[in-house]
């Protein structure tokens, strides 16, 4: 007889991936694997969970393998088409929305939205804002429409569009914030072939340059889509806080600053723009 306990203990999995994956393939809450953990399972679940911790055991990411992943406290559906969602990626969620705290249906444009995490999860938060959401990839964008609907409903539609960062927007737009988590590891960087990474899109993982190249590239273009004071953030690599700020500062951002993530890694940095 084989039981939720067992699989538990007999596991080489990290046990909080075990868990995760049982859940997954019992359709168990938390509490059941504890409530529930003597009953016999099926051979069909078994051989199910077998599957999928073998799979991980290959290096397939967890969230990939359940099709979703929490950020910022919902649920977003993942695929291979899109970057996992990552709990330090929740500072620009929380930078936007104090940077548009004072605004009345603030215009907010996320920049390669990948799953749409960032965008849905400040549309979530602030229900009046008019967010914006822009991929190169087709097939992101459609992992991020479906987030939106299951997340906000038909009623504060994301707008979703296909462009390469500013070039296919109405230059007609302005934002009081623009966010992004752009694709920031350097090309040859040794993380891009291992762990997680190796298992997602590549193109947003690195420019395949010096890792600053899209960064330089929104900079130079978020000017002219930012309202007055508008502001501009963006998510980098750990080390690189003070080449982005130099950046910024050289397009006449003012108010230029970075935020450490909860690690105490410089993580965002952003600025105003005034002109």
């Known amino acids: 007889m084989t039981t939720a306990a067992e699989l538990l203990r007999s596991s080489t999995l990290p046990p909080l991936e075990t ?140 707008n979703f569009l296909q462009s390469n960062w500013t070039e296919a927007l109405d230059p007609a737009l302005r934002f009081d914030a623009i966010v992004s988590n752009p694709p920031y590891i350097a090309q040859h960087d040794p993380h891009l072939s291992e762990g997680d990474l190796r298992f997602e899109p590549r193109t947003a993982l690195t420019d395949e340059a010096d890792g600053l190249s899209a960064i330089r590239t929104i900079i130079q273009s978020a000017p002219f889509f930012l309202a007055t004071n508008g502001v501009l953030w963006l998510e980098h690599g750990y080390d690189q806080a003070a080449e982005v700020r130099t950046l910024l500062t050289a397009r006449g951002f003012s108010d230029v600053r970075s935020e450490r993530d909860l690690a105490g890694i410089e993580r965002a940095s952003g600025g105003v723009f005034a002109a």
Not at 79 to 90: A, F, K, Q, S, Y
């Open 19 to 158: 868990r995760i994956l049982l859940e997954h393939v019992l359709g168990w809450r938390r509490t059941e694997l504890i409530t529930r953990d003597a009953e016999e399972l099926d051979a069909q679940s078994v051989g199910r969970f077998e599957a999928l911790a073998q799979r991980r055991m290959n290096g397939e990411p967890v969230a990939q393998l359940v099709g979703t992943r929490e950020f910022f406290g919902l649920p977003f559906d993942v695929t291979p088409d899109v970057l996992i969602p990552r709990p330090e990626t929740e500072l620009l969620v929380e930078i936007a929305l104090a940077k548009i705290a004072g605004i009345s249906a603030p215009r907010v444009l996320d920049l390669g939205t990948g799953s749409g995490a960032i965008a849905v999860a400040i549309a979530c938060s602030r229900r009046d804002a008019q967010v914006w959401a822009v991929d190169q990839s087709a097939k992101a964008l459609e992992v991020a429409a479906r987030n939106a609907a299951k997340l906000l409903g038909g009623d504060r539609p994301v």
